[in-house]
């Protein structure tokens, strides 16, 4: 550059490009750079004939990026200005017009928040994607009994649909986290100039339509500063990367021969090096494992973030290799779970085993007991005593004698054998959100109605 009397230090150089990783804007760069020459040319500000000659070059550069024969030169800082360096090489002197009423700031601004923007839809669809296989698993296994579990004891018995919908729920608020993505980087930072606009009449909203944004940014100062919406994606993406991890933990637990409720499919599976009768559940451990990863990016961005002065400064560049690591891991990761839960096998005889526990049955004993009059604070007391004693005797509830449960809880009356019967703990779920079967069909119905809405 004309204002430096001596080149750039090589380390310097080194610290400073970004086109080993900004490449991947390539696309999106030359998206934004066709409309700017659109609008330029509606505005007169460059001529039909520049503009033909520009859309002519970036169609070419587009052919070279898409055959992976686009060349990076030593001197490319960015992708944006190798984009710009080989436009002049191919169309001459018009290709120098292309950054007229823009600068690198708002350019750059404006390719990150069309990145997020895409990507914030992949992450929906593949969303989507995943919920409709929790959905499909859930009425295949409709009445399958398994415990539910507090502190990992077994608590109160469910439906294995019921909490495969609990994992669908979980995965449609993500939905809406990234439909918050998308408003957020809604309004176009392009024609912001460096940070105090630009000296040109631009005609900022039709390019922001031909763009497919639907406002421009008010104040030139807060777009090219404004990376909002990478914070945004990224805390999406990290809430979405720990439901994956809490996913991929209990089927790896779930798959463990102490539980032997599911087994992954082989294509999911791996053996050991040194031990041939294992199969190991490692995509789900690597689901489970991903998650602190997405979440340090968020954070490193908050600590690029704190304390920065506006407008632009060179700190932003570190915006990008997070957001691009963090896209990439969500993306994969809910195509591996949508695809491992596809395939996932459940044995059905080892969770009603489980569930056969009736101890799982205590809150409906006390239930009772809170329907014969007996306030619940002192009901929990009561049946707690009847589970003392039938834990110091080695027994099942079912297995007390009439004087046993009578000694304790006189206020049963014969009514403990009618509570311990196959399903009833179940059934007597009846309270909306509940997981007797009527509740879990509405809820199936309403998951059915979300998903469709999601997708929309």
């Not at 296994?141 to 415990?147: A, T, V």
């Not at 992954?264 to 791996?270: G, I, K, Y």
């Not at 968020?298 to 290799?321: C, F, I, M, R, W």
Request: glycine share 6%; charged share 25%; proline share 4%.
């Amino acid at each position: 550059m004309a204002r430096f009397s001596s080149p750039q230090d090589p380390l310097f150089q080194r610290l400073n490009s970004s086109v080993a990783f900004d490449y991947r804007l390539a696309p999106y760069d030359l998206e934004l750079s066709r409309a700017h020459a659109r609008m330029l040319a509606s505005r007169e500000i460059i001529t039909t004939e520049d503009l033909e000659a520009i859309d002519s070059g970036l169609a070419a550069i587009r052919q070279e990026i898409d055959s992976d024969s686009f060349e990076i030169r030593p001197d490319d800082e960015d992708i944006h200005m190798a984009i710009e360096r080989r436009l002049i090489e191919l169309i001459g002197p018009a290709g120098g017009k292309l950054h007229t009423a823009r600068s690198r700031n708002d350019q750059v601004a404006t390719d990150v928040a069309l990145f997020v923007r895409a990507h914030s839809l992949s992450a929906k669809q593949l969303l989507c994607e995943l919920m409709d296989v929790l959905l499909e698993r859930a009425e295949e296994h409709l009445d399958w009994r398994l415990p539910g579990y507090t502190h990992l004891q077994r608590a109160q018995p469910v439906y294995l649909s019921h909490h495969l919908l609990a994992w669908f729920w979980k995965f449609s608020r993500d939905t809406q986290r990234f439909d918050f993505c998308m408003r957020a980087s809604d309004a176009m930072p392009l024609g912001s100039g460096a940070l105090a606009g630009v000296n040109f009449l631009i005609d900022r909203v039709a390019v922001a339509r031909d763009l497919g944004f639907g406002s421009v940014s008010p104040n030139s100062i807060d777009a090219v500063s404004n990376r909002d919406f990478v914070l945004d994606y990224l805390s999406a993406a990290a809430t979405c990367a720990t439901h994956l991890s809490q996913l991929g933990a209990e089927i790896v637990l779930w798959s463990s021969q102490e539980f032997g409720f599911c087994e992954p499919t082989d294509a999911f599976a791996s053996g050991s090096s040194i031990m041939p009768q294992k199969k190991n559940p490692d995509a789900a451990e690597l689901l489970r494992a991903k998650a602190p990863r997405v979440v340090a990016h968020l954070s490193a961005l908050h600590g690029v973030l704190h304390g920065l002065p506006l407008t632009y400064n060179k700190d932003l560049q570190e915006d990008k290799e997070g957001l691009f690591d963090a896209v990439d891991t969500i993306e994969l990761e809910l195509q591996v779970a949508r695809e491992m839960l596809r395939g996932l096998r459940f044995n059905r005889e080892r969770m009603a085993e489980a569930s056969r526990d009736d101890f799982l049955g205590a809150t409906d004993i006390a239930d009772l007991l809170v329907r014969r009059g007996v306030p619940f604070r002192e009901s929990h007391g009561i049946v707690a005593s009847l589970v003392r004693t039938a834990v110091d005797q080695g027994k099942h509830l079912a297995e007390l004698t009439d004087a046993e449960v009578t000694a304790v809880a006189p206020q049963l009356d014969g009514g403990l054998s009618e509570v311990l019967a196959e399903g009833a703990w179940l059934e007597s779920k009846v309270s909306e959100g509940g997981t007797s079967l009527e509740r879990v069909r509405e809820q199936l119905g309403r998951a059915r109605a979300a998903l469709r809405e999601a997708g929309a």
